[in-house]
T-cell receptor, first 115, second 114 residues
Framework: GESVGLHLPTLSVQEGDNSIINCAYS??????FIWYKQESGKGPQFIID?????DKRQGQRVTVLLNKTVKHLSLQIAATQPGDSAVYFC??????????????FGAGTRLAVHP | EAGVAQSPRYKIIEKRQSVAFWCNPI?????LYWYQQILGQGPKLLIQ????????DSQLPKDRFSAERLKGVDSTLKIQPAKLEDSAVYLC????????????FGPGTRLLVL
């Protein structure tokens, strides 16, 4: 079936530590994955993406890892800052027959950064 | 570059009333999406437009929800009549073109149905 889920609903970290947010997906046909950050009262904000032909992609302070064998996705945030506090969603993209794309979102993980 | 604009930001109505939400996508973006985000959950796609045509409305409760994008730019989402379970944040997103996976979201409209 089509579903994206997260292992940990809430993650608390100390400022300066590294954070790892995990996500499991179930659709083998998914070809593209995105991590979004959603702060309170705002819409989801694009963080980083990865295609299914890759297993790692790095951005500024963030790294996404994709393990297709176990259908697992993770987001690593280096030197976590208070501004990183938010809910993080992984989303899998499924390409439709008409050339359109459909994003399936997980439930989200809340990241709380403590000073 | 201006982002996706939505209005109103908040709306409180009683059940069985009607409500409409408005979305202005990023300039030049051909594809527009409406999502429903219930508290504590991820966004769920309701409908997707390519210009002024519907691409996917398979998850839109058509007995009470309707959406249009008549001129291929702005879009409205309507609920008539509203139910208690429609309380959620309604997010609008846009992407450059069909097949472009990266979607940019607006701030959402928070709806409370009493």
């Amino acid at each position: 079936g089509e579903s994206v889920g997260l292992h940990l609903p809430t993650l608390s970290v100390q400022e300066g530590d590294n954070s790892i947010i995990n996500c499991a997906y179930s659709n083998s046909a998914s070809d593209y994955f995105i991590w979004y950050k959603q702060e309170s009262g705002k819409g989801p904000q694009f963080i980083i993406d990865i295609r299914s032909n890759m297993d790692k992609r790095q951005g500024q302070r963030v790294t996404v890892l994709l393990n297709k064998t176990v259908k697992h996705l993770s987001l690593q945030i280096a030197a976590t800052q208070p501004g990183d506090s938010a809910v993080y969603f992984c989303a899998e993209n499924i390409s439709g027959a008409g050339g359109y794309n459909k994003l399936i979102f997980g439930a989200g993980t809340r990241l709380a950064v403590h000073p | 570059e201006a982002g996706v604009a939505q209005s109103p930001r908040y709306k409180i109505i009683e059940k069985r009333q009607s409500v409409a939400f408005w979305c202005n996508p990023i300039s030049g973006h051909a594809t527009l999406y409406w999502y429903q985000q219930i508290l504590g959950q991820g966004p769920k796609l309701l409908i997707q437009f390519q210009n002024n045509g519907v691409v996917d409305d398979s998850q839109l409760p058509k007995d009470r929800f309707s959406a249009e994008r008549l001129k291929g730019v702005d879009s409205t989402l309507k609920i008539q009549p509203a139910k208690l379970e429609d309380s959620a944040v309604y997010l609008c997103a846009s992407s450059l073109e069909l097949g472009e996976e990266t979607q940019y979201f607006g701030p959402g409209t928070r709806l409370l149905v009493l």
